[in-house]
Every structure is written in structure tokens, then in C-alpha cells.
């Protein structure tokens, strides 16, 4: 009897022993499954925090992808204005050039003292005053007035030859017959004051007489005037 109760006693004992092992074993196995949701949580966490990066990345990437191509096409546009400024500077002195301060668009005191001097030039030079004298007497007023309308006409054409051809601006065509009338009256005055200075029987003349002489003298001194103009403006040049 003793011996059976020793044996359940001992029975009895290692069942109380091996009950609490079991449940520190429970114990360990659920704080190991809890610290490994730990870390699979943290994993979770630290991968979504690493793909907010990389987000972040490529946007900053896209980013200065864009300012990089804001970049270019504002240095291209700068190119661009930078040749069209240097086109329009080449176009600007071209015009200058071209259009730029010509002899023939304005007209001053020098080119009055111009045609005075040339126009007496071309009447006392041989004393060609002398032979329109002599040619007058046999010219009628008719040809008088063709002697002076020839005059007119060389005029325009030492005006358009000399120059005049080249401007296209209106403002600039308007010089034309004020030009043309300087030389053309300077020379008419030239011619009549030749003939007071040179001839003293002009004064006795006739209106018409005096009319014709002027008309056979006025022709070379058109001539000379367009001559001494022609060669101021190439000095001036």
C-alpha cells in the first residue's frame, strides 16, 4: 500500500512540474509571434516609407527633368533673340548705309554757293557768253523757250543720275524739284548777271531780245552748276 502511494504521489508531483512548463512554452511561442508581427509590421512600415522615397525621388526627378528642358528652351529662345537682334543690327546698318545721310536730302547754302559758282564757271569759261550773244540773233522766242525748257531738262537729269534714283522714300522725293529749281534759277540768275557785267548793251535791250539772250547763255551755265554739284557731292563722299 505504501508503495502505491508513493507512486502516485510522484505521479502526482510530475504533473504539477511538466503544467507550468507548458505554459511558459505557450508563454515564449506568443511573445515570439508577437515580436515577429513586430517586425513584419515594421518591414510593412519601413517598405511603404521607402517607396514614399522613391515617389518623392522620381518626382524630384521629373522636376528637374522639366527645369532642365525650361532651361534649354530658355537658352534656346536667347539664342533666338540674339540672332534676330544681330540680323536687325545687320539689316539696321545696311539701311544706314543705303539710306543713311545722302548729299541729295538736304540742301544748304554750299550747294547754292555750289551752282552759283559752277554756272559762272560754265558761262565766262572760253567767254561762252559771247557766242550765246552772237547765236541770239538769230533765235526767235520759240526756240528761246526750248533753249530753257533743255536746260530744265538736264537739271532733272543731272538730279536723277547723280543720285535720286536710290531713295524710295517719299519724304526724301520731295528734295527732287527744290534741288532741280536751285540749280536751274541759279543759273538763269548767273546768266543774267554775266550779261549785265559782260555785255553793256543788255540793258538797252528789249524784254524778248533780253529773254533770248538769257535763253543761249543759261544752257552751259546749267551745264557748269550740275558740273560743280556733281563734284561737291563725290568730295563730300
Do not use: W
Not at 517598405?47 to 521629373?62: A, H
Not at 543759273?187 to 554775266?194: D, G, N, Y
Amino acid at each position: 500500500m505504501k508503495k502505491r502511494s508513493v507512486k502516485r504521489g510522484v505521479r502526482v508531483s510530475s504533473k504539477k512540474k511538466i503544467q507550468p512548463q507548458k505554459q511558459t512554452t505557450k508563454s515564449l511561442l506568443s511573445r515570439l509571434f508577437k515580436t515577429e508581427e513586430k517586425l513584419l509590421q515594421e518591414e510593412k512600415n519601413i517598405e511603404k516609407r521607402e517607396d514614399e522615397i522613391l515617389k518623392l525621388e522620381k518626382r524630384e526627378l521629373k522636376n528637374l527633368s522639366l527645369e532642365k528642358k525650361e532651361e534649354q528652351k530658355i537658352e534656346n529662345f536667347e539664342k533666338q533673340e540674339i540672332d534676330e537682334l544681330k540680323k536687325l543690327e545687320e539689316i539696321e546698318k545696311k539701311i544706314k548705309k543705303d539710306v543713311g545721310p545722302h548729299p541729295l536730302k538736304k540742301v544748304s547754302k554750299r550747294d547754292f554757293i555750289k551752282s552759283l559758282i559752277g554756272a559762272f564757271g560754265g558761262v565766262t569759261v572760253h567767254y561762252t557768253f559771247t557766242y550765246g550773244v552772237e547765236i541770239a540773233e538769230h533765235l526767235n522766242a520759240m526756240r528761246a523757250h526750248l533753249l530753257y525748257l533743255l536746260a530744265l531738262i538736264i537739271a532733272v537729269i543731272f538730279i536723277y543720275t547723280a543720285g535720286f534714283r536710290q531713295v524710295t522714300e517719299r519724304k526724301f522725293l520731295l528734295f527732287i524739284p527744290f534741288r532741280m529749281l536751285i540749280i536751274y534759277f541759279t543759273a538763269v540768275l548767273v546768266s543774267m548777271i554775266t550779261l549785265i557785267l559782260f555785255y553793256p548793251h543788255f540793258g538797252e535791250l528789249t524784254f524778248v531780245e533780253k529773254y533770248i539772250q538769257v535763253a543761249t547763255v543759261t544752257l552751259p551755265a546749267v551745264v557748269g552748276a550740275c558740273v560743280a554739284d556733281l563734284v561737291g557731292k563725290e568730295g563730300a563722299e
